[in-house]
């Protein structure tokens, strides 16, 4: 829900329990009629849950022109990025959209960014591994787009035995 929200400007959970809301304009398709180019890089996992409510979103693919929708973190997504920019026509705005799955259980750890065995340790190594894909990402696009506008946010955090909860999704706290 909270994918579909960002990438519309709706709050879609009522909307979608409704059966409203799928018919919603996105951001991509918005700005593609003001003559942007719009590539989204995003894992399928975004439309696992209550999958049938998201069906239109998926089979749009979210709207956009461009797409990697696939599973790919770290050097493979910022390599994907790089590739897109490199050839994207420079007479044109750019929408990009990097959504990066890591961190997400079950967590990884990474070599680079070691910080112990619990789970915890492993979110924050998977923390670690995404931070510095994502500051891969932001050069290329400053590379290509000094003057550009980034915004970095988040959909969900974990909980780690705060409130008695684990994971996300399952408490109404906002770790």
Same mark, same amino acid.
């Given at each position: 829900?909270?994918?579909t929200s960002l990438m519309t400007g709706k709050y879609l959970r009522?909307?979608?329990?409704? /059966?409203?809301?799928?018919?919603? @304009?996105?951001?991509?398709?918005?700005? &593609? /009629?003001?003559?942007? &180019?719009?590539?989204?890089?995003?894992? #399928?996992?975004?439309?696992?849950?209550?999958? =049938?409510?998201? =069906?239109?979103?998926? @089979?749009?693919?979210?709207?956009?022109?461009?797409?990697?929708f696939e599973f790919a973190e770290g050097p493979d997504r910022v390599r994907q990025v790089r590739e897109y920019l490199? =050839?994207? #026509?420079?007479?044109?705005?750019?929408?990009?959209?990097?959504?990066?799955?890591?961190?997400?259980?079950?967590? +990884?750890?990474?070599? *680079?960014?070691?910080?112990?065995?619990?789970?915890? @340790?492993?979110?924050?190594?998977?923390?670690?591994?995404?931070?510095?894909?994502?500051?891969?990402?932001?050069?290329?696009?400053?590379?290509?787009?000094?003057?550009?506008?980034?915004?970095?946010?988040? @959909?969900?955090? +974990?909980?780690? /035995? *705060?409130?008695?909860?684990?994971?996300?999704?399952?408490?109404?706290?906002? *770790?």
């Open positions: 829900y909270s994918v009522p909307l979608l329990l409704q /059966g409203a809301g799928e018919d919603s @304009d996105t951001w991509a398709a918005l700005l &593609r /009629g003001y003559g942007y &180019r719009t590539a989204g890089f995003f894992p #399928p996992a975004l439309f696992f849950i209550d999958a =049938q409510r998201f =069906q239109r979103f998926r @089979d749009r693919l979210l709207d956009f022109e461009y797409n990697k490199d =050839q994207a #026509p420079r007479e044109r705005p750019l929408f990009v959209w990097v959504h990066l799955f890591a961190p997400h259980e079950p967590y +990884e750890a990474h070599p *680079e960014h070691p910080f112990g065995d619990r789970d915890i @340790d492993r979110y924050d190594s998977e923390i670690a591994f995404a931070d510095a894909a994502l500051g891969s990402v932001v050069r290329a696009f400053r590379d290509r787009t000094p003057g550009g506008v980034v915004i970095v946010s988040a @959909d969900h955090g +974990e909980e780690f /035995g *705060e409130h008695g909860g684990h994971y996300h999704g399952t408490t109404v706290y906002e *770790e």
